[in-house]
């Protein structure tokens, strides 16, 4: 794959001429990004943290969700995220791309796996950008319950002591990626697939809104990818 690329807006991969793939910075809203990339159309959902994915090319009016997907050429399927993970796929094969808003919620739920389900992969390509990561993912017992029983739903072997790392007074750091790892190994045992990662932490970041840094004050941070003509 291409190293990322970066302007005023955000972090951004061209794969030639048939994929764009771009993760947003705090400073840029959606009309900006429909100026800049003039030649795209934009689609939205009205994301709730369920593990709902929707069809973006029947997008009629907002649909409520957290992943859409198309088969469309121009169409920029966006997310939006604070510390949240943005998950953007693509896949030539069947010329299929997918957007997810995973939050720790969503992982749990496996919104990635419930839209995986909802389309044919052969062989996807996946891009994560920025979101909250393990230094700055600190969690009490609820959460760390939640998290580990679905790590082990997948039946394959991690090292939670690392990525599932107790710390005083209760409290855990998640590696929510090795979530993601494990889920992914196990929805494609027998097909190829790769992950391509912007590891930067949003907490820590001052590129990007983060709602466990700012609380309330915090915008959203627009992400998008899109199949081009």
Request: charged fraction near 25%.
């Amino acid at each position: 794959m291409t190293t990322w690329l970066e302007n005023e807006y955000g972090f951004y991969k061209n794969i030639g001429s048939k994929y764009l793939i771009f993760f947003g910075k705090k400073n840029v809203s959606v009309d900006a990004l429909k100026k800049y990339y003039s030649s795209l159309s934009f689609y939205e959902i009205k994301q709730t943290h369920s593990n709902i994915c929707v069809d973006a090319d029947h997008n009629t009016e907002l649909q409520i969700a957290d992943a859409h997907y198309s088969l469309s050429k121009n169409k920029a399927i966006l997310i939006k995220t604070a510390d949240c993970m943005p998950i953007l796929a693509f896949d030539e094969a069947t010329s299929t791309i997918l957007s997810v808003h995973a939050g720790w919620r969503g992982i749990e739920n496996q919104v990635t796996t419930e839209s995986l389900k909802t389309i044919s992969l052969k062989n996807p390509h996946f891009f994560i950008g920025p979101h909250i990561l393990q230094d700055s993912f600190e969690v009490k017992d609820d959460a760390y319950n939640l998290l580990l029983k679905r790590a082990r739903t997948y039946n394959l072997s991690f090292d939670q002591k690392t990525n599932f790392m107790p710390i005083d007074d209760g409290k855990y750091k998640i590696n929510l990626l090795s979530i993601i790892d494990l889920e992914l190994k196990s929805f494609f045992k027998h097909n190829p697939y790769s992950v391509d990662l912007l590891k930067i932490d949003t907490v820590t970041s001052p590129l990007f809104h983060s709602y466990r840094r700012e609380k309330e004050n915090a915008g959203r941070n627009i992400s998008f990818i899109a199949q081009l003509s």
